[in-house]
């Protein structure tokens, strides 16, 4: 994660779940499997038999199975082709079938279950008290805030205040400090145990000189007469509809970072009705909305919304110049 829901998974990624016939997970005799490709095969043949949902950091069984069994190993993903043909050792072979079993048992996001997910290659630790992060925002910093065509900010360094409403894990913040080398952040969330996760990320990433974090609802807890040059916002934004619908995985994470109201809009209506207080004269806000662009330019005809795309979005994020807020 107003957001049409998706059948599956809400957000970020679409959630993929398999075609194929249910049936009962085996386990095979431990000489049958020795390299990291046999024990990714066989993560692939028991998530299908299980019919899990895939929308946490992958997209897809194979992509989910890779990850799991190389973070196991303490590989990167994009190192699994150099030792695909390596054999496990015991003590490995017995880490990667104790996860394979508690991804399909507690159908619990592999993201948790390994307290790790990668953001454009950033690793963010992860638990349940924070939504697993997968938003696009921070593929559209790197596509349209680095000048070229399209661009809505020409030069990253001109940016030097940056707000991250509803920041979850702070993996957003992180990627704003990242992007922007001479920006300051200030990260908002209403949650205590987003925020200690998030503190644990900025303090992780060497950035607690950068990244401030603030508790409380949206704008209420910044300082007096703050402004700045970028607002980014991934709201919680799943209609009532899509609440009732979230698969097991989703299950897991908290409800206050899907639930947006009957119609996935409240918290969007009050970033909207708080950002030109809060933006520069040549600032502009950045918010993720899912599904749920054709609700938010129902509700906002007035409002020049310029949706951008991604790799894997189509209209699901837009930007709005501080110039638009004026009437």
């Known amino acids: 994660m107003a957001k049409r829901a998706r059948p599956a998974a809400p957000r970020r990624a679409a959630a993929k779940t398999s075609t194929k016939p249910s049936t009962k997970p085996s386990s095979p005799e431990a000489s049958e ?3 990291l490709l046999d024990y990714v095969r066989f993560a692939v043949s028991q998530f299908n038999a299980a019919d899990l949902v895939f929308a946490h950091g992958t997209t897809d069984p194979v992509a989910e199975a890779v990850f799991l069994v190389c973070e196991a190993l303490h590989l990167r993903s994009e190192q699994f082709e150099s ?12 880490r990667i079938r104790s996860l394979i079993a508690a991804r399909i048992r507690t159908r619990k996001p592999a993201a948790y279950l390994l307290h790790k997910v990668y953001m454009l290659g950033v690793p963010f630790y992860v638990d349940e008290r924070v939504i697993v992060p997968r938003s696009f925002i921070g593929e559209l910093l790197q596509s349209h805030f680095s000048g070229g065509d ?12 940056v707000l991250d409403l509803c920041t979850g894990s702070g993996c957003l913040a992180i990627l704003a400090a990242r992007h922007f080398p001479n920006a300051q952040i200030d990260a908002v969330d209403i949650s205590a145990d987003a925020l200690a996760v998030a503190e644990r990320n900025v303090a992780d990433h060497g950035l607690p000189d950068t990244v401030t974090l603030h508790r409380g609802d949206l704008f209420a807890p910044l300082p007096r007469g703050a402004r700045y040059d970028l607002i980014i916002s991934n709201p919680p934004y799943v209609d009532s509809e899509g609440m009732a619908g979230l698969p097991r995985e989703c299950r897991h994470e908290p409800a206050l970072a899907f639930d947006g109201g ?7 209506r009050r970033i909207l009705a708080g950002a030109a207080r809060h933006l520069t004269k040549t600032g502009g806000l950045l918010c993720e909305v899912g599904h749920g662009r054709d609700a938010v330019e129902a509700a906002f005809p007035e409002l020049p919304f310029l949706w951008l795309d991604t790799e894997e979005s189509e209209g699901e994020v837009f930007w709005l110049p501080a110039e638009a807020f004026v009437s």
């Open 262 to 268: 009957p119609d996935g809009l409240a918290a969007v």
């Open 83 to 94: 030792f695909a043909t390596a054999r496990v050792t015991r003590a490995e072979a017995t």
């Open 33 to 35: 499997l020795t390299t």
């Open 150 to 161: 399209g661009a809505v900010v020409e030069d990253p360094g001109e940016i030097t205040r």
